[in-house]
């Protein structure tokens, strides 16, 4: 089993940056991808950023591109994601996943593990 436990999430004004910090525990070397997906409210959950557990390959949504940052801390067991020129439509719940599928993925179907969340919200 593998514990996910986000943190970071606040209100910001528009324009402004956020760090949201994923902290992974439990059996870790099963992981093979973190995802961070967000939902916002009468919304489907979307993908947002994503990294294998490596840190070695990163992808992004459109919408995010060029705005957020996903890394790694090293060997370390969490996964952060930085969210700089915030925009009011970046408003959501976030969430962090994991799978130890060993292949490309987007789909929250393909996730095994998730967080709580945390409520990041965006004023203008």
């Known amino acids: 089993q593998v514990q996910l436990v986000e943190s970071g999430g606040g209100l910001v004004q528009a324009g402004g940056s956020l760090r949201l910090s994923c902290a992974a525990s439990g059996r870790t070397v099963s992981i093979y991808r973190i995802n961070w997906f967000r939902q916002a409210p009468g919304k489907e959950r979307e993908f947002v950023a994503g990294?294998?557990?490596?840190?070695?390959?990163?992808s992004y949504a459109d919408s995010v591109k060029g705005r957020f940052t996903i890394s790694r801390d090293g060997a370390g067991n969490t996964v952060d994601l930085q969210m700089n020129s915030l925009k009011p439509e970046d408003t959501a719940v976030y969430y962090c996943?994991?799978?130890?599928?060993?292949?490309?993925?987007?789909?929250?179907?393909?996730?095994?593990?998730w967080g709580k969340g945390t409520l990041v919200t965006v004023s203008s």
């Open positions: 996943a994991a799978t130890g599928r060993t292949y490309y993925t987007r789909s929250s179907n393909d996730m095994d593990y």
């Open positions: 990294t294998r557990w490596s840190g070695s390959i990163t």
